[in-house]
């Protein structure tokens, strides 16, 4: 029996309406490299939903592709980017930022967020010019990778620092649809374009069968971006098969439409947890939960489920990540709960 995939949000292929949209238009010759009408057609909904009308757009397939050629085209050689240590370029992109060349300082936070005093941190310990790197970037992600969100009020001060300081301010948004809906949110698509200097949307991971539009702001990073596209073999010659995804994401908001939903059941699934008294690893408002089990009930939801085992917490319990998409659907969280309560 195959098991039910609660490990990720990319498990499914896609939103039916983006495989209409990409039959519909098989046959209709276009442009290549992201010169397409469906490419220009996207690129004008996404300047619309951010009111920001002179940023530069670009589709790339996937999120470690963004994250890397963002970083390569920011910095120079000797600069640096601070993360999280918890932060997916830090631990889930296999040395990628550092194959480009650029060391990553990793910080604390809290709860999988940057703060400030992270920041001060590092800047106050590299001050042997010339002989240490160069903090330039702060890269952050919403939602972080464990599921947590930044508010506003959090955003602002991170801006506020990263341009008092001359750094870049780099959102990785792989999930940013799933933070924009999740309960007690306060960011709209156009606060982010405007606090940080370069973000990106991700598709992959709610509804798309790939691809991330990445949206500059900052002048001094749009010089020669598309060259760094180039030389990353992220130029697709069908660039239409981005475009047009994202033309049926956000022509009439189904990319909030299928996030609200993945936010939906992950707290109905978390609701009926913590109302089995059981604990959390961190209180998360998206699609990512973290509810933490005693590792013999671990080894039997295992045998139906899929999902990470994400941080063992002590002698006889562990923290488990479960993961809704836009294609869960509610029977398969009603049978978890049902399941969790038949194991003894």
């Known amino acids: 029996m195959s098991k039910v995939n609660l490990m990720d949000d990319y498990s499914e ?7 209409e949209i990409l039959a519909e238009t098989n046959l209709i010759q276009q442009e290549g490299y992201g010169e397409d009408a469906y490419s220009r057609e996207a690129r004008q909904f996404i300047r619309e939903r951010i009111n920001c009308s002179d940023a ?4 790339v397939s996937g999120g470690t592709q963004a994250n890397l050629i963002v970083i390569a085209a920011s910095l120079r050689p000797h600069e640096s980017v601070i993360a999280v240590d918890s932060g997916h370029i830090n631990v889930h992109e296999a040395g990628a930022i550092e ?3 650029h060391r990553i300082n990793g910080v604390p936070g809290s709860d999988g967020k940057m703060q400030v005093t992270d920041i001060e941190s590092v800047l106050d310990g590299h001050g042997d010019v010339p002989h240490m790197v160069k903090p330039k970037m ?3 992600s919403n939602s972080t990778e464990i599921g947590t969100c930044y508010l506003k009020h959090e955003l602002e001060e991170l801006s506020a620092f990263c341009r008092d300081r001359g750094l870049f301010l780099f959102m990785d948004g792989a999930r940013l649809g799933s933070a924009l ?9 156009a ?3 405007e606090l940080t200097d370069v973000f990106y949307i991700g598709g992959t991971k709610n509804g798309a069968l790939l691809g991330e539009a990445i949206v500059i702001t900052n002048n001094s990073i749009k010089e020669d971006f598309p060259f760094h596209l180039k030389q990353h073999g992220a130029l697709t010659a069908k660039g239409r098969l981005l475009g047009i995804q994202f033309v049926a994401l956000f022509r009439d908001d189904l990319f909030f439409e299928l996030a609200a939903h993945a936010n939906k059941m992950a707290g109905i699934l978390a609701g009926a947890i913590k109302a089995k008294d059981y604990p959390f690893l961190v209180e998360t408002p998206s699609n990512q939960i973290f509810p933490i089990f005693p590792d013999t009930r671990i080894k039997q939801l295992a045998e139906k489920y899929a999902f990470h085992i994400w941080q063992r917490v002590d002698d006889t ?6 993961v809704t998409s836009w294609a869960t659907e509610q029977h398969v969280v009603d049978q978890f709960i049902l399941d969790l309560d038949s194991f003894q």
């Open 317 to 322: 319990h562990s923290a488990i990540r479960l």
């Open 13 to 19: 292929g896609c939103h039916p309406r983006i495989l």
């Open 99 to 101: 194959a480009t060349g």
């Open 56 to 59: 530069d757009i670009f589709f």
């Open 138 to 140: 702060v890269y952050i």
């Open 181 to 189: 809906c999740a309960d007690g949110n306060d960011l709209s698509l």
């Open 191 to 193: 606060d982010v374009a």
